[in-house]
């Protein structure tokens, strides 16, 4: 069970929330688009993303240019891949992988039945839940994440749709980071509020390889 006091951590506050939506929607974003967008001040919204940094959320960097003057830094979300991967998630994935290694062998389990690629791209995404004070259940028949009772249940319905899609891009991110077949696909439609479940897809490559083919019948 996650420690409700540590909840969220790096994204416990809305407004960090916003600015995360705003740098995973575009990148390279400055302190002067994002205090506009927020109506923020800028010390207020260095410090939100100082945290995000920390957290391996955001990474900066600084503005290339072709002119005199000093460069901006520049901001974007860390999204797992090559050109955007922050070395705090990195550190991240790689610990939960050691832990779950740690894990099965102490209760002799074996990997996934979808492979140790996949096997440490959930080690990865369980952690970065239960950090973010969520109590995830996975469902890998069905490829399923259940988040229910969700933390932001009593939010309000009108911030609901940004939360999603920022928690559904951190999962994301957390797989790409992993690096394996698993990706995250969507925020499957709640019943009631406090449902939330999320729909994980295998790559086509690997569907096909744990997917067994259809026997021809007899001539």
Same mark, same amino acid.
């Given at each position: 069970?996650?420690?409700?006091?540590?909840?969220?951590?790096?994204?416990?506050?809305?407004?960090?929330?916003?600015?995360?939506?705003?740098?995973?929607?575009?990148?390279?974003?400055?302190?002067?688009?994002?205090?506009?967008?927020?109506?923020?001040?800028?010390?207020?919204?260095?410090?939100?993303?100082?945290?995000?940094?920390?957290?391996?959320?955001?990474?900066?960097?600084?503005?290339?240019?072709?002119?005199?003057?000093?460069?901006?830094? $520049?901001?974007?979300?860390?999204?797992?891949?090559?050109? *955007?991967?922050? +070395?705090? %998630?990195?550190?991240? !994935?790689? =610990?939960? /992988?050691?832990?779950?290694?740690?894990?099965?062998?102490?209760?002799?389990?074996?990997?996934?039945?979808?492979?140790?690629?996949?096997?440490?791209?959930?080690?990865?995404?369980?952690?970065?839940?239960?950090?973010?004070?969520?109590?995830?259940?996975?469902?890998?028949?069905?490829?399923?994440?259940?988040?229910?009772?969700?933390?932001?249940?009593?939010?309000?319905?009108?911030?609901?749709?940004?939360?999603?899609?920022?928690? $559904?891009?951190?999962?994301?991110?957390?797989?790409?980071? *992993?690096?394996? +077949?698993? %990706?995250?696909?969507? !925020?499957? =439609?709640? /019943?009631?509020?406090?449902?939330?479940?999320?729909?994980?897809?295998?790559?086509?490559?690997?569907?096909?390889?744990?997917?067994?083919?259809?026997?021809?019948?007899?001539?």
């Amino acid at each position: 069970m996650a420690n409700a006091g540590l909840a969220y951590g790096p994204i416990s506050s809305y407004s960090r929330v916003r600015i995360l939506h705003l740098v995973q929607t575009r990148p390279d974003r400055t302190i002067g688009e994002l205090c506009e967008a927020t109506g923020l001040h800028a010390n207020t919204v260095r410090e939100h993303l100082q945290r995000l940094i920390e957290g391996g959320y955001v990474i900066q960097t600084s503005e290339h240019r072709t002119t005199r003057g000093r460069p901006r830094t $520049l901001y974007s979300a860390a999204t797992g891949m090559p050109e *955007a991967s922050s +070395p705090v %998630a990195r550190e991240k !994935v790689a =610990e939960a /992988a050691r832990r779950g290694d740690m894990l099965r062998r102490m209760l002799a389990e074996d990997d996934s039945e979808l492979g140790r690629e996949a096997t440490y791209q959930l080690d990865a995404l369980i952690e970065h839940l239960e950090e973010s004070g969520f109590e995830p259940v996975i469902d890998e028949d069905h490829l399923t994440v259940e988040l229910t009772p969700c933390p932001h249940a009593a939010s309000a319905p009108a911030h609901r749709p940004m939360l999603c899609q920022v928690h $559904l891009g951190l999962m994301q991110s957390v797989l790409n980071q *992993a690096g394996g +077949p698993l %990706a995250a696909d969507c !925020v499957r =439609e709640p /019943a009631r509020p406090e449902e939330c479940t999320v729909q994980l897809r295998l790559s086509a490559a690997a569907a096909a390889v744990t997917t067994p083919a259809p026997v021809s019948a007899a001539a």
